[in-house]
């Protein structure tokens, strides 16, 4: 009852508010009459009179008249309900297409008009379309595990389920994750060994996403997404339907009804911000928009509509690394051309990095619509046209080419002049859209690009902070005012990216030391003459040379290997190496080879009885690739070779793979570079980088980022933190990247340096969440928990006893997920610094705790209760003692 009452009746009377019809059935018993939920069996997925009724209500004549004839309506519905030998994605996205896109019949008899568009749904006009709610939804499924599955709210448009909602009492343990299950269990998506029949595929053939709640907190996620893909939906715009009060990270329900199910909010994510995104060769996930993305293109919309003059409608949005700036841009397209007053633009995205060219034209393509590439600079004429389309253009080939060489120049005595470049296209019905573009702030290129489109809207897109007030001024002064910001510390609150931590490791041979610089130069030159040397050093440098250096570089490697294999590898996880230049980052690889094969046969050197064999196996699993581009004709054979065999094993693709011992190519663990794939570059299996050269500012910020994407791994396990090991000491610069913000921006200062954290500071946090685990305990009267968890009890009986009491106290529900919460958390820290010495006085005390958690799960038959998301770490030693 305190479901119904807590969580779903005010979700019901909420949909009220915002205009839903609502079919309330009440809770406690099992509906027996179909036609209160406008069915005439349970069998029915679909409201199929209001799905009739429907057709003809939106489907006018220009007069106004309904031309659909029950034959044709038939038709339709036949195709919506008949998708035979196909599984839920593939019909869920023949369904989506049908409804964005509509079907079509044979003839409008009224008019004549052959083979006429019929609608689904009425984009333009939402008041045609009908909004129903129906709450336990019996759905009856002969031949399957249980006779009938009940969802707790189904959300029907025009008779079709776009949404099922689950809700749960927040007092359940893990509530949501519970909801979640259901969920899978409805649209019989759970893995099972046996493909054991649980639910009803065809509620979700229309689905456009779901929903978990327990009232204080609510998510949404689509067919594709696992339980961590799940996402808060934290603000509600337009401005205009924001009618209650909202604090920041706002996570309850009240909220995401009001931000995703107001009736037009709803019909505007189902048109134009969901795609299906191939994310790697064969696997498709759907992908509805989250709420940054929709209210920063709701702002831009506003913006292009209400600017006088394009530099009005022009503007900044700062959405962090990692956050989705692509799709982003994704769905402004989708959306302008579904907007009468701007679908005539012509659109042109701009990148400077070659290396993403092939990622944003793939991201580009799910516009829906064919993207023309410029791929020289003869083609920037392509854009001279009215043509209402998309582009792509590298910001490259706005560079002037005057096709001589400086010193040819010198050497004729000739004075150069310059090309000046020329105006493309001055109309002002054209969209700039420039990513990373603190980038393309200065220099020919940029000055070039704005030249040849005078009169352009210019939307700049950046995921690193404005970190000064010079960037910032410069930025807002060549691009217009900010648009819409999504900080680093909102973006880790949402799960859409992880923070950061930081790790010093410059050791004793501290790179800053000029006196080792000197001794090291002098070293490796001693054989030089003075004359040769000063040049030399003029122009190489003492710090290249020294970062370059084998012997350091050998010491750093077996550094990397020992912390990568303890910390990293035991969850599956990845790394980057950066070197200060190709010479470093290819032997950065060819000594990492050498330090794994040490750190191998140190393994099997051990006793038998205290070798790590799954570890042994995951060392010779591993592959080291240095991902570099080509030097000078006389590169160094080893580079060359490098560079080779990083290619023949398509290494940058094969990172991005999980572990997979039937498929050697995965076992590519860490990539050596140097400048490549330091922006951009979206691995989610990356947990760590080596950082081995000097970064400053946006490059700095840019490059840790490629460590804060989320991953979830096959065995539950969550990345919880990105790891950043610096050899180099750039954390000197992040301290003056941090150091020049003004007063004025105190609370930015205190975000970003919130994202990235020292290790030092988890060990209080460690402390606190092991404390919380004990209270919870003494809370309930068991005062010796401290006692027990430390094998400090005087005898077995007294021990007996506590565990007892201690797993009694599980028949409470709410007990329960309590113990799940703060065990989880002080889990979660315990992995983050399982190989620090003062983590090893937690051993004990974790395993004990963990066999308490397993006692509860049997008892009551809890299968929430479950390590599967606890670190390898903290699982293997928790597994050892339990066996």
Known sequence: MSEYTNVERPFLDKLRQVGWEVIDHGTGFIPQDPS??????????????????????????????????????????????????????????????????????????LTGEQSPLVRLVDFRHPERNSFIAVNQFRIDTPGASRSAIIPDIVLFVNGLPLVVIECKDKD??????????????????????????????????????????????????????????????????????????????????????????????????????????????????????????????????????????????????????????????????????????????????????????????????????????????????????????????MLHKFLAQNGVSAQSLIASGVVPKFEVFKTIN????????????????????????????????????????????????????????????????????????????????????????????????????????????????????????????????????????????????????KAQVVGTSIVAACRYKYELDEAIKAQIAKEQAKPESERDEELLKQMQFLKVCAVVTMMENNEPGYVSSARRQALEMNAVESFKKDFNYEKPETGVAILCVCDRLLTGFDAPVEQAMYLDKNLREHDLMQAIARVNRTKVMKNGYVKEHGIVIDYFGVASHLKEALAIYTKTDEKELADLSAYFRGLDKEIPVLESRFRRVLQLFQEYGVKQIEQFVNQKMVGEKEEWEIVENCVALGAEVKFRAQFDTYIKAFFDSLDLLFNASMAKDYYVPAKRLGYLLMRMRDRYKDETLDLKWAGAKVRKLIDKYLE
């Open 426 to 573: 001055a109309s002002e019905r054209i969209l700039l859209l420039i990513d990373e573009a603190h980038r393309t702030q200065g220099g020919d290129m940029g000055d070039n690009l704005f030249v040849g489109f005078p009169n352009a809207v210019k939307i700049a897109f950046t995921g690193t902070p404005l970190l000064t007030e010079r960037h910032k001024q410069t930025t807002y002064e060549r691009f217009g005012t900010p648009i819409d910001t999504y900080k680093m510390n909102e973006s880790v609150a949402d799960r859409a990216t992880v923070d950061i931590l930081y790790i010093g490791r410059t050791s004793k041979d501290q790179i800053l030391n000029k006196e080792l610089f000197r001794q090291e130069f002098e070293d490796m030159f001693r054989d030089r003459s003075e004359e040769e040397r000063q040049e030399i050093q003029k122009r190489y440098g003492t710090m290249t040379a020294y970062l370059e250096s084998k012997d350091r570089i050998r010491k750093i490697a077996e550094d990397i290997i020992e912390h990568y294999t303890q910390e990293v590898l035991p969850n599956g996880l």
């Open 172 to 393: 359940v343990a893990e509530p949501l994750s519970e909801a979640f299950i259901q969920i899978t269990r409805y649209s019989n998506t759970r893995d099972d060994d046996y493909g054991v029949k649980e639910g009803e595929e065809k509620l979700f053939h229309a689905n456009l996403f779901s929903i978990i709640t327990h009232g204080t907190e609510a998510r949404f996620g689509t067919i594709t997404g696992e339980f961590d893909h799940y996402q808060n939906w934290k603000d509600i715009f337009p401005e205009i339907y924001r009618t209650v009060q909202i604090s920041p990270n706002e996570e309850r329900q009240e909220v995401l009804i009001l931000g995703m199910l107001n009736k037009a909010i709803l019909l505007d994510i189902l048109k134009n911000f969901t795609v299906f995104m191939e994310i790697k060769k064969g696997e498709l996930v759907k992908i509805v928009s989250r709420y940054p993305q929709y209210r920063a293109v709701g702002k831009i919309v506003g913006r292009l509509r209400s600017g006088k003059t394009p530099f009005d409608r022009s503007g900044v949005v700062w959405h962090t690394q990692g956050s989705g700036k692509s799709l982003t841009m994704v769905f402004l397209v989708k959306k302008m051309r579904d907007t009468d007053d701007l679908k005539d633009y012509k659109i042109i995205m701009v990148n400077d990095r070659r290396d993403l060219e092939d990622q944003l034209s793939d991201t580009a393509a799910l516009t829906g619509e064919s993207v023309t590439i410029i791929e020289h600079r003869r083609d920037l004429d392509k854009l001279k046209t009215t043509m209402s389309n998309l582009n792509m253009v």
């Open 36 to 109: 209160v939920s406008r069915r005439e069996h349970f069998k029915e997925t679909i409201l199929t009179k209001e799905f009739r009724d429907s057709l003809k209500r939106i489907n006018l004549t220009d007069d106004g008249r309904s031309w659909l004839t029950g034959k044709q309506i038939d038709d339709v519905l036949r195709e919506v309900t008949t998708q035979p030998g196909v599984g839920l994605l593939e019909a869920n996205k023949t369904i989506f297409e049908l409804l964005t896109k509509n079907t079509t019949t044979n003839v409008n008899e």
